[in-house]
């Protein structure tokens, strides 16, 4: 049973950058496609960004577009999130989750896996 576990949340300021892990185990991660999501209180869960298995397709919505990157290492069973230019609005709990099959749309009941989040605030 695939688990993943994120980490690397934290305070940043406003323009600064974090960056994200999300590690699997229990199986390998490059069986999965794997998104990061965030949901900020009071808000719905919000899809941000999304990677292929092998890593040459990526997908990002608008509000992170130009700011964050995704990346993984199936080697270190590891994906990531470089967040950049943080905003205020970045404010969330970050999660990771993964799916077996190709996602055609960025949304949480796309993905039956999911690690436990990790809290980032962006405020001075």
């Excluded at 900020?40 to 700011?67: F, M, P, Q």
């Amino acid at each position: 049973q695939l688990q993943l576990v994120e980490s690397g949340g934290g305070l940043v300021q406003p323009g600064g950058s974090l960056r994200l892990s999300c590690a699997a185990s229990g199986s390998k991660l490059d069986d999965y496609e794997i998104g990061w999501f965030r949901q900020a209180t009071g808000k719905d869960r919000e899809g941000i960004s999304c990677i292929s298995r092998r890593g040459g397709v990526t997908n990002y919505a608008d509000s992170v577009k130009g700011r964050f990157t995704i990346s993984r290492d199936n080697a270190k069973n590891t994906v990531f999130l470089q967040m950049n230019s943080r905003k205020p609005e970045d404010t969330a709990v970050y999660y990771c989750a993964a799916s077996r099959y190709i996602v055609t749309e960025l949304l949480p009941s796309e993905f039956p896996y999911w690690g436990q989040g990790t809290q980032v605030t962006v405020s001075s």
